[in-house]
């Protein structure tokens, strides 16, 4: 797990060092708010098909050449963004680098295979701190590439930093990530009959609890994309910020994510379990959205991130353990393959509705919006518990 953590974290820190400079990086080729978020949701897009995809995959022929192939994939769709001049051009590596970027089914059906039902949460937890610091290093190294001076903004270097990040990764997947699945285990997959798309759709929708697990998931990450999306843009004309001071923000919100998911996952996963964490992730979410559409000062815009960027620290793993209960040790990367394409939409329909919110009902609606989304995920996560 050591190796995986470290492949996951230099991923993320490519990921994370364009996330401030993204949403001025659309706009610099003419776009307006409503096609700024649509584009950045392109990468979803790219993985809502490709993540059930990756995980059978990986069921099949291992998580290894899977980790390995997308790792590259996703450097060179990082050089075609560094290069990108027009918004064709950004369409196509935003929908490059989601394909390539599908490969977290592989990554936590990895987590799946080398734990246990009793330390899986923790697994995912492990996972999630690599995200988070991925989310420290990234947002920070990217604001300070790219500059404070949004008129002046340097993308290229960033988007080249990236790439030279992410192939250290997957050059780290090929020198030194073990298989985690056996030949026999491969073998016994491989006997398994290989489930269609309408299989795969019956299988989320006959087994109520990862239904509703899922719906719950699809929701929250829905409304995260809403928040995710516009943020640069609504830190931009609420409080005058330019990418450095993004970044510093997303930082922030990196850190505590470490913090909870590094240290603190697996002993409040002991205590209050997987569920119970998951729904206080969303009411947590809930207050942190309600707070963010209120903020028009620094100080409550702080205190609204920090409770968001707790309650998803615990709302990500919780609830990917919770569906890898549901599945049965040869079909773990498929069905992991079909929460991450739910949520994969939910990153889709979030930037396909946030710039046009932000820009016809002004800068706080994003924000309500996502707060009026994630009471119904609460209401369906309940709903989940088993008799």
């Known amino acids: 797990m050591p190796i995986l953590f470290v492949i996951i974290f230099m991923d993320l820190v490519g990921f994370g060092l364009l996330l401030p400079l993204l949403p001025f990086y659309v706009q610099r080729v003419g776009a307006g708010p409503e096609i700024i978020t649509v584009v950045l949701g392109l990468y979803s897009v790219g993985q809502f098909i490709a993540a059930p995809v990756w995980g059978r995959i990986s069921d099949r022929i291992g998580r290894k050449p899977v980790l390995a192939l997308t790792s590259f994939g996703l450097a060179a769709s990082y050089v075609l963004l560094a290069y990108a001049d027009t918004l064709t051009s950004l369409v196509v590596a935003r929908l490059f680098g989601g394909v390539m970027a599908g490969n977290i089914a592989a990554a936590q059906a990895y987590i799946s295979d080398i734990t246990t039902p009793a330390t899986r949460a923790r697994g995912m937890g492990v996972l999630g701190a ?147 964490l998951a729904l206080s992730a969303l009411v947590l979410l809930t207050l942190g959205y309600i707070g963010l559409a209120m903020s028009d000062a620094q100080t409550p815009m702080l205190v609204a991130c920090a409770v968001l960027a707790l309650g998803s620290a615990l709302f990500n793993p919780s609830a990917s353990s919770l569906v890898s209960f549901e599945a049965a040790e040869h079909e773990r990367g498929a069905v992991l393959g079909i929460y991450q394409g739910a949520t994969a939409l939910g990153r889709i329909v979030g930037p396909a509705f946030a710039g046009l919110i932000f820009a016809r009902l002004g800068e706080p609606a994003p924000y309500v919006l996502a707060a009026l989304l994630t009471t119904p995920a609460l209401a369906l996560l309940f709903l989940s518990r088993k008799p």
Do not use: C, H
């Not at 759709?201 to 719950?216: E, I, K, N, S, Y």
């Open 130 to 276: 690599a995200f988070g610091l991925g989310f420290i290093f990234g947002p920070a190294i990217g604001g300070i590439l790219g500059g404070s001076d949004l008129a002046n903004a340097d993308f290229t270097t960033p988007a080249l930093a990236a790439a030279g990040v992410t192939v250290l990764a997957a050059i780290g997947v090929v020198v030194f990530l073990k298989e985690s699945l056996q030949d026999g285990q491969r073998e016994a997959i491989a006997r398994q009959p290989r489930l269609t798309l309408g299989e795969k759709l019956r299988v989320a929708f006959t087994r109520r609890t990862l239904l509703l697990v899922v719906g719950a998931s699809f929701l929250t990450i829905t409304a995260w994309a809403l928040f995710e999306t516009v943020f640069a843009l609504w830190a931009n004309a609420v409080m005058d910020y330019g990418p450095a001071q993004i970044g510093y923000v997303l930082t922030l919100m990196g850190v505590i994510s470490v913090i909870v998911q590094g240290a603190g996952m697996g002993a409040l996963t002991r205590r209050f379990g997987e569920r119970t």
